[in-house]
T-cell receptor, first 113, second 114 residues
């Protein structure tokens, strides 16, 4: 089965630093998403992206966050100035259509010190 | 607003025993409901989904779930647990009626012992 790949699997950063989490969605997929899971809490929707635009975002996705599809294959999540509370597992997902199956990556564990 | 409650953060069963993972939802519109499984160091994998039609849905690896509107439940079951079923299981409801923006429960970690 095709896979969504995420790099790195673990990222450690200092508070206030910028981080970029990278994802390679499945090649023929058009809809892209970021979710996150803070340790011990629920998986939460962050943002959806289609046609080079954000189609929907949650309250969590404030001005510190941005997403980009810099080329035909990568989909990135940037956190401009990380805070301790940004420490979480970040999942990328993609789907061919909005009403089709979501494929999730294995996640990037972000630790902000 | 939609929400999902999973009863029991940890469930332990013997190999060969019935698996029952509970999920209750709240939704003001007809829900789309999902169960995802996460094995160690892997992403979330769709087990099964309910959209419309038959209320008993079958998924991969012998799992099934029944949508009960009157009870607002979508419990996950498997008649006979296998060691390889040990994982974390997430129930989710779709906000938009599609598959993309999901509201997840807190997850249930299933342990299977010999």
């Amino acid at each position: 089965e095709p896979e969504v790949t995420q790099t790195p699997s673990h990222q450690v950063t200092q508070m206030g630093q910028e981080v970029i989490l990278r994802c390679v969605p499945i090649s023929n997929h058009l809809y892209f998403y970021w979710y996150r899971q803070i340790l011990g809490q629920k998986v939460e929707f962050l943002v959806s992206f289609y046609n080079n635009e954000i189609s929907e975002k949650s309250e969590i996705f404030d001005d510190q966050f941005s997403v980009e599809r810099p080329d035909g294959s990568n989909f990135t999540l940037k956190i401009r100035s990380t805070k301790l509370e940004d420490s979480a597992m970040y999942f990328c997902a993609s789907s061919r259509q909005p009403n089709e199956k979501l494929f999730f990556g294995s996640g990037t564990q972000l630790s902000v010190l | 607003a939609q929400s999902v409650t999973q009863l029991g953060s940890h469930v332990s069963v013997s190999e060969g025993a019935l698996v029952l993972l509970r999920c209750n939802y709240s939704s003001s519109v007809p829900p789309y409901l999902f169960w995802y499984v996460q094995y160690p160091n892997q992403g979330l994998q769709l087990l099964l989904k309910y959209t419309t039609g038959a209320t008993l849905v079958k998924g991969i690896n012998g799992f099934e779930a029944e949508f009960k509107k009157s009870e607002t439940s979508f419990h996950l079951t498997k008649p006979s647990a296998h060691m390889s079923d040990a994982a974390e299981y997430f129930c989710a409801v779709s906000v938009s009626g599609g598959y993309n923006k999901l509201i997840f429960g807190a997850g249930t970690r299933l342990a299977v012992h010999p």
